[in-house]
């Protein structure tokens, strides 16, 4: 039982290169989301999904996109990468998104734009 | 704007008690969430609150008040595997989750 897996679990990418990172879920949860986690700052949203086929804007998505093909997969893609997206990412998934839901987290991918 | 306010660090002893305060100013409430972040890993979920009151789950406790906008987190009987962050995230109208920046908590024996 693997919960949330995410890859890689680490990347150096230079600046300009384009860069997907994988999330996948077990849990058939209907919602699930990507979170940039930076030095004191909070997690900060940057995409989301509340079912499959189904995609939404965070409070940072510049620079992001990401695909929802199916219930289990939601990668997450940097088109150019900049090294203000040198960050820790985290994928989550929830049952429903609805309130009460809890979030699990995947481990999460630690990125260096250099 | 949307704010969420938590200590950034605080230290206790090893077998004592530790309250962990949380303030937030949302659009919209529609619940507080607690989680626990080791060094170098995923955040895992602690708590939930969306009445005021205290919610008891063995050596951890939280409170909230809503016309305050103020949370807690109460941990008893302290290990040195308590040492990590503290995340406060409240979900606002949007159903999205607000987080605070995280309390991080050293253990002292």
């Known amino acids: 039982i693997a919960g949330i897996t995410q890859a890689p679990t680490s990347q150096i990418l230079a600046a300009g290169r384009r860069m997907t990172l994988r999330c996948t879920q077990d849990?058939?949860?209907?919602?699930m989301y990507w979170y940039r986690q930076d030095l004191g700052l909070g997690l900060r949203l940057i995409h989301y999904?509340?079912?499959?086929?189904?995609?939404g804007k965070g409070e940072v998505p510049d620079g992001y996109s990401v695909s929802r093909a199916n219930t289990d997969d939601f990668p997450l893609t940097l088109a150019s990468a900049v090294p203000s997206q040198t960050s820790v990412y985290f994928c989550?998934?929830?049952?429903?998104?609805?309130?009460?839901?809890?979030?699990?987290f995947g481990a999460g991918t630690r990125l260096s734009v250099l | 704007g949307q704010n969420i306010d938590q200590p950034t660090e605080m230290t206790a002893t090893e077998g004592a008690i530790v309250q962990i305060n949380c303030t937030y100013q949302?659009?919209?409430?529609?619940?507080l969430f607690w989680y626990q972040q080791h060094a170098g890993e995923a955040p895992t979920f602690l708590s939930y609150?969306?009445l005021d009151g205290l919610e008891e789950k063995g050596r951890f406790s939280s409170f909230l008040s809503r016309s305050k906008g103020y949370s807690y987190l109460l941990l008893k009987e302290l290990q040195m595997k308590d040492s990590a962050s503290y995340l406060c995230?409240?979900?606002?109208?949007?159903?999205?989750?607000?987080w605070g920046a995280g309390t991080k908590l050293i253990i002292k024996p």
């Open positions: 989550a998934s929830s049952d429903s998104g609805t309130p009460g839901d809890i979030q699990y």
């Open positions: 849990m058939r949860h209907n919602a």
């Open positions: 999904s509340n079912t499959a086929g189904t995609t």
């Open positions: 949302t659009s919209g409430f529609n619940g």
């Open positions: 609150n969306v």
């Open positions: 995230a409240v979900m606002d109208s949007n159903y999205q989750l607000i």
